[in-house]
């Protein structure tokens, strides 16, 4: 019976954490009430008492949190790493990039690696600005970085990193592609990776 009361007391210890997680967790990602609940369907008071410790969150409202932060369960509430620290990357596609996350939930920064499709090298390099600092290093190919007006052609092993304050963006240099590893600030994965053009 004493193990059984421990195990309800550890229950209710991690859950009464849950809270000030997901208030975090929403303010690191730049995220209102508002913009999270349209994302998840969950209505804003509801989001905003599992924020306060009001209500206790279930798992169906876990989940789609998570989906929405690309998060695991276990980030949400807590829950003690487990030995193995490999990550099982799930590739997803956006304006025809494949990307592939290599960082679990991580508030500062995040980092994938991007396959880069063929880029007809008379067209422009699509530009765009937001707060944030972006890193990226190239794998294979070669790529087209441009920043405001310059444009530089970086090779295998060439790093770049910039505020992206500045007008940016970057594709392969040629028909075919490239990869390249993208270190983001939380602004930048939310610019670059969440919103569809």
Not at 65 to 75: C, E, I, M, P, Q
Not at 85 to 104: C, D, E, M, S, V
Request: glycine share 8%; net charge negative; hydrophobic share 40%.
């Amino acid at each position: 019976m004493a193990d059984d009361a421990e195990a309800v007391l550890d229950a209710d210890v991690v859950l009464d954490a849950v809270a000030p997680r997901l208030r975090a967790l929403r303010q690191r990602r730049g995220l209102t009430l508002a913009e999270l609940s349209e994302a998840t369907g969950i209505s804003v008071s509801t989001l905003s008492r599992l924020e306060s410790g009001g209500r206790r969150p279930t798992l169906d409202l876990l989940i789609r949190l998570a989906g929405v932060y690309r998060a695991s369960l276990d980030d949400l509430v807590g829950a003690p790493q487990i030995a193995d620290p490999r990550i099982r990357p799930k590739p997803f596609f956006r304006n025809g990039r494949a990307i592939i996350p290599l960082t679990r939930e991580n508030p500062d920064v995040h980092a994938y690696k991007i396959v880069l499709p063929g880029h007809p090298p008379g067209e422009p390099v699509p530009q765009r600005t937001h707060e944030g600092y972006d890193w990226v290093y190239v794998l294979s190919g070669r790529i087209r970085l441009a920043i405001g007006g310059q444009e530089v052609v970086m090779g295998p092993g060439e790093a770049a990193e910039f505020d992206t304050r500045l007008p940016h963006g970057h594709a392969s240099a040629s028909e075919e592609p490239a990869e390249i590893l993208s270190l983001l600030s939380t602004q930048g994965e939310r610019v670059h990776l969440r919103e569809v053009d």
